[in-house]
């Protein structure tokens, strides 16, 4: 008989969406285990490893439970990179159950077309995607880190539809990289860049977790 599929799970917690274009919305987050890039400047560096093996049935039993007290449809996979595992069967429980699902990704990885909404996060040297997100993507979101610069931008840019907004991040929303953020978009509407925008990490300007 076949074992019911489970995933390396962190943690399970109920917040705000603090990035991107759902950002404020009443959210609930599952965050997953492992990553394939482990880049320098993760501020989730503690889902590189380990994790619990949880049955989809008991990730879907604690969203459950968290929604009493945070009534939303919304749940993000996070990590870490949620794709390094096989989520389908848990973004599918969760759609059965009425819930949106959100997928938070390097873009390494394949979409899971049973997805609501894949928020892309291209990571350097390269930034390079899969294909399926040029249709999948939702939104594209660059970390403003030391190594961004214009030519990077240029290229995210052209990878995606120009519908397809991309969202220039701080980087833990430290002041050079604002700065730095804040110079990129005007150089890039210097150079004909068209779609672009600033965000920052809401969760933490309100201290939430």
Known sequence: MP???TL?????F?????????QGEPTIFVRLAGCNLRCGFCDTK?????????????IVAEVVRLRRDCPTTWVALTGGEPLAQDVRPLVLRLRDGGFRVQI??????????AADWHSVSPKPPDYAVH????????????????????DAVRAVRAAFPPTTPVILQPQSNARWSIEKAVGLLEDAG?????????????????GLR
């Open 104 to 113: 938070e990704t390097n873009g390494t990885f394949p979409p899971v077309h």
């Open 131 to 150: 294909p399926g997100f040029k249709k999948a993507a939702r939104e594209v979101k660059l970390v403003v880190c030391r190594t961004l610069d214009l």
């Open 14 to 22: 109920a917040s705000v969406q603090g990035e991107g274009l759902r």
């Open 3 to 5: 074992q019911p599929p």
């Open 46 to 58: 503690k889902a590189w490893r380990a994790g619990r093996e949880m049955s989809v049935e008991k």
């Open 190 to 206: 210097r150079a004909g860049l068209e779609g672009l925008r600033l965000s920052a990490q809401l969760h933490k300007v309100f």
């Open 8 to 12: 390396k799970t962190i943690e399970i």
